[in-house]
């Protein structure tokens, strides 16, 4: 079953360095998202993307946050200078112009 | 602001006992997702409720949408410990972009 591939599983970095999250959506789907999840709190959306430009992005999401899809295949979200507070489990997800999502694995940011 | 409250937040049963997991919203959505999480991991679709009064079975698991769009709950009959894990309702606002408002999940124990 195709799969959203998510790297790297961990990732811990220094408060204010830069940080890429990658990912690779299923390929012949249409829409990638961003959601982060706080240790013990709700999946919250972060961006939505489509036809290569953001459709929509939530509060959180603020100029510290950008996506790109550089090369049609991967989606990558980078947080410029990290606080401590961005450190969360981060999921791409993707989905066709259907209902159902795909969500990777997950990213694991500890921001030190 | 959109809200899915999930009860109860934490659930421990025994083998072959039933349950209902309740998803309430004052909003409407168009459609009502429920996923499962196992630790560490992204969410995984079980499921996609779209009409209201709906009611989809998945073996022994029975998800059913509300007349008025805004509430859900998933039965789970003779549970298993295979089902243990994190319950997660979301619900979908139309449009193409499609973003979901996830509810804080129910924990779900099965005892053997």
């Known amino acids: 079953e195709p799969e959203v591939t998510q790297t790297p599983s961990h990732q811990v970095t220094q408060m204010g360095q830069e940080v890429i999250l990658r990912c690779v959506p299923i390929?012949?789907?249409?829409?990638f998202y961003w959601y982060r999840q706080i240790l013990g709190q709700k999946v919250e959306f972060l961006v939505s993307?489509?036809?290569?430009?953001?459709?929509?992005k939530s509060e959180i999401f603020d100029d510290q946050f950008s996506v790109e899809r550089p090369d049609g295949s991967n989606f990558t979200l980078k947080i410029r200078s990290t606080k401590l507070e961005d450190s969360a489990m981060y999921f791409c997800?993707?989905?066709?112009?259907?209902?159902?999502?795909?969500f990777g694995s997950g990213t694991r940011l500890t921001v030190v | 602001t959109q809200l899915l409250e999930q009860s109860p937040q934490f659930l421990s049963i025994q083998e072959g006992e039933n349950l209902t997991v309740y998803c309430n919203s004052s909003s409407v959505f168009s459609s009502l997702q429920w996923y499962r999480q196992e630790p560490g991991e992204g969410p995984v679709l079980l499921v996609t409720?779209?009409?209201?009064?709906e009611v989809k079975k998945l073996k022994r698991l029975t998800f059913q949408f509300g007349d008025a769009r805004k509430d859900s709950s998933l039965h789970i009959t003779a549970a298993q410990p295979g089902d243990t894990g994190l319950y997660l309702c979301a619900g979908g606002r139309g449009g193409s972009n499609y973003k979901l408002t996830f509810g804080k999940g129910t924990l779900l124990t099965v005892n053997p």
């Open positions: 409720v779209v009409t209201g009064g």
């Open positions: 997800a993707s989905r066709q112009d259907n209902y159902g999502y795909t």
């Open positions: 993307f489509y036809n290569n430009e953001i459709s929509e």
């Open positions: 390929s012949n789907h249409l829409y």
